[in-house]
């Protein structure tokens, strides 16, 4: 992938359970400003306050999960595979025992919004607008486009085990996600702030993707990826995949993505 510049607002795309900053690219490596994997908030050392607005939460415009469907279900589940850990939370200096993601997947567009970007939706993560496909690929990208216009408002149920992955996985409900969130923010928590940081232990962040979308044979796919680890640690990218020598691999397609 290759990075450039977006208009989106830090606190707007974390907000939204996606991601802050802006970019044209494959995951750029975590910010100078980012705290190592073993911060510890102390009194020579504290936390950022973390105001309400930073930590996800439901839209209560989004639609209910439904269950994955079975004709998408394989490789769906060997994409998301594929791509845990997700973007910097892949790089050597964070934890790696176990990996935290999301039980249902995130919608970019509200069900009272169409899936065509609409001028001054700020919504540029919306692939129209956020891949750019190679010239002799556009027709694919079409029926890529096509699948997501027809599913953009879907959010999907996840099961761990239907995960292939050699690091332990949990799905996190929202619930969970907001208190991994807090337990990683709040200086002042005390004990049980301790037993929620244990109860996490070895997780570099947490990870969200959206549904998987195909091109007509399913050789194709698209899908929006965003990390977590702390702070203004955050990162939203599409990453594109093709079926080659059986098994799916990313493709450098030029894609937005937002990070910090």
């Known amino acids: 992938m290759t990075l450039r510049p977006t208009r989106s607002a830090s ?10 900053g802006s970019v044209f690219v494959a995951p750029p490596a975590p910010a100078q400003s980012t705290p190592p994997p073993d911060f510890v908030p102390g009194p020579s050392n ?3 306050p973390y105001p309400a607005e930073m930590i996800p939460s439901p839209d209560s415009r989004q639609l209910p999960p439904v269950p994955m469907p079975q004709d998408r279900a394989a490789d769906s ?9 997700v973007g910097q939370l892949a790089e050597p200096n ?10 249902t997947t995130v919608a ?15 919504n540029d993560m919306n692939p129209h607008l956020a891949i750019d496909p190679p010239a002799d690929r556009r027709q694919d990208f079409a029926e890529l486009l096509a699948d997501f216009d027809n599913r953009c408002h879907e959010r999907l149920h996840l099961t761990p085990e239907s995960f292939t992955l050699v690091v332990p996985l949990r799905l996190l409900n929202q619930d969970e996600q907001d208190e ?11 004990l049980d702030g301790d037993i929620m940081t244990a109860h996490y232990k070895g997780a570099p962040g947490l990870s969200r993707f959206s549904e998987i979308y195909f091109n007509s044979h399913h050789t194709l ?3 929006f990826a965003n990390d977590w680890c702390g702070g203004l640690c955050a ?9 080659q020598d059986g098994a799916w691999k990313r493709l450098a397609w030029r894609t937005v993505a937002e990070g910090s």
């Open 235 to 243: 990162q939203s990218y599409w990453q594109v995949l093709e079926f």
């Open 221 to 223: 796919a698209m899908v």
């Open 11 to 20: 606190l707007r795309a974390l907000a939204l359970g996606l991601s802050i």
């Open 46 to 48: 504290p936390a950022p």
């Open 77 to 85: 589940y060997r994409i998301y595979s594929v791509l845990m850990p």
């Open 108 to 122: 970019l567009v509200s069900p009272d919004q169409s899936c065509l970007p609409q001028e001054g939706d700020g």
């Open 94 to 103: 964070w934890p790696r025992d176990l990996w935290l993601l999301s039980d």
């Open 180 to 190: 991994f969130i807090r337990s990683r923010f709040d200086p002042n928590a005390g």
